[in-house]
């Protein structure tokens, strides 16, 4: 969510934005970066569609507190710009939750935390249903 990042995103005539930085981010730097990065691909690409992704669910989070709290704030911060912005009327953004991204069987990361082939489908089922209709516009020529 790096500024210059997104001022390059935002030069791309992308069918969708799928923003999934979570992992890598505190929730301070969420709460700073995301609003600027909705705001700049938005006023760019009016039309384009915005699929902000939250954070898988560390498979060992049950157990580590510290997992626990770090996908709850993360989460916490990226659902509160999701919020505030479509109370503002900002159109076509759209959210994915994380909780369900992997599943709760623990089977689906090699770590706790990145995905093995099994995790990889699970999220891929999981962006399937979000994403379709975003996409279906454009496959018809039309942009939504």
Known sequence: ?????VDLLAELDA????????PNMTAAEIADRAE???RTLRKARPKTP????????????????SQQRRNDESRAAFKKVFEKLSAEGVEGIHYLEGDKL????????????????????RQADAFEPVLAPLLSPRSTGTRS
């Not at 069918?15 to 979570?22: F, G, S």
């Not at 599943?103 to 990145?114: F, K, L, R």
Request: with cysteine.
């Open 15 to 22: 069918a969708v934005y799928v923003i999934d930085c979570l």
């Open 1 to 5: 969510m790096e500024s210059e990042v």
């Open 36 to 38: 600027p990065l909705v």
């Open 102 to 121: 992997l599943g709760d069987d623990g089977e689906a990361t090699v770590d706790g935390s990145h995905p093995t082939d099994l995790g990889f489908v």
């Open 50 to 65: 915005i699929l902000l992704v939250e954070d898988r669910t560390y498979a060992n989070a049950p157990a580590i507190a």
